[in-house]
Structure formats: structure tokens, C-alpha cells
């Protein structure tokens, strides 16, 4: 009996997951490229994104955005979308998690004044206490529904817009929420770049 050799193959080795974390602040992960405007400890990249980031484009599987985007105003947001849909690779994923204005309001309506994040000693009325917790001492410019923030996503040309809940993706890459938090007060959001 003839023996024929089988072909060597070379193993498949999947190339490890390339993940941003953008406007990451002190909240750095680690296995991510941590950008945020400000330096800091853990911090790989210190940039400002309406002014491009110095990323190489499609090369990212996914991006992870918590409580950020809100701190740009409302000209910039697109923009700053599409720059993250740039250095996504294609059928990448953005993931947002963004103050719910929603959530806000209704905590406001039924006088749920726990809910506010805000000192009673700094502000006492409920409606101080719900704008400054919303606008977050001003360091926020835009507040964000879910409709909203779809709309901008669609305009910046993501594709499969989604809300989903905390610590649940839509997405192959289950890792994507570990940065999840504040779930209490925020939406879940993710689209895929085409």
C-alpha cells in the first residue's frame, strides 16, 4: 500500500483583538489603546479627536466609548463619530455608553432625587439637581436619547445601530462591555462601521 504524505499546513493563529478605548479619562483597560485629550497614568495616547487621531485607519476591530462623547458639542459630533468609523476595520464595532437624558427625565418626573449624582449640600432643588447632573457641572455640552444618537451614528455613516442593555453586545467580541458601567444612568449603543 502507497503512503502519501499529507501537506504540511501552518496552524491558524488569530491575531489577537486590536481594541480602543477613546475619551478613556482615569478609566484605562488594559489590552486596549487608551486615548483620551488628557495625559495620565495608563494613558497610551493623549489627543484631541476633532483634530484627527494618530491611528492608522481600519485597524481596529472594535472601540469603546463611556461617558465621552457628550463632552464635545453638538458640530463636533459627527465628525468625531466618522474619525472613530475610520479607525475601525470594516464590520468593526463602536460601542457608546452615553448619559440617557430619558432615564434623567423620568428620575425628575417621579421625584426619584437618590438618582442624581449631584451633592444636596451643593444643590438642593430637584431641578438643579437634574441639570447639574445631566450637564455634569458643565463639563457636558450635548445630552443624548437613544433616537439622537442613532441619528448622528447613521449621519457618520455607521451601519446596524443598536441600543442594547449593560454588559450585553450584539457583537462577536463579548469582552466589548467590560468597560460598562453607570447603568443606572446610561444608554447602550453600538453600530458597526461598513
Known sequence: MERHARPLTAPTIDAPT?????G?????APGCVNVDIQSGPGIDLSCDIREGLPLESRSF?????????????????????KELQRVLKPGGVLR????????????????????????PDEVRSPGGR???HMLWYGYSRTLFT???????????EFADVGECHCRVTASRFREIVELDNR????????????
Open 18 to 22: 486590536k481594541r480602543l478605548n477613546w
Open 24 to 28: 478613556c479619562g482615569g478609566h484605562t
Open 61 to 81: 476591530d472594535y472601540a469603546v466609548s463611556v461617558h465621552a462623547l457628550q463632552e464635545l458639542a453638538y458640530p463636533d459630533l459627527v465628525p468625531a463619530l
Open 96 to 119: 457608546l455608553v452615553l448619559p440617557d437624558l430619558k432615564k434623567g427625565i423620568r428620575a425628575y418626573v417621579l421625584g426619584q432625587n437618590n438618582y442624581f449624582r449631584v451633592d
Open 130 to 132: 437634574f441639570i447639574m
Open 146 to 156: 437613544a433616537d439622537f444618537i442613532e441619528e448622528l451614528l447613521v449621519r457618520a
Open 183 to 194: 447603568e443606572r444612568e446610561s444608554m447602550y449603543v453600538e453600530a458597526t462601521s461598513p
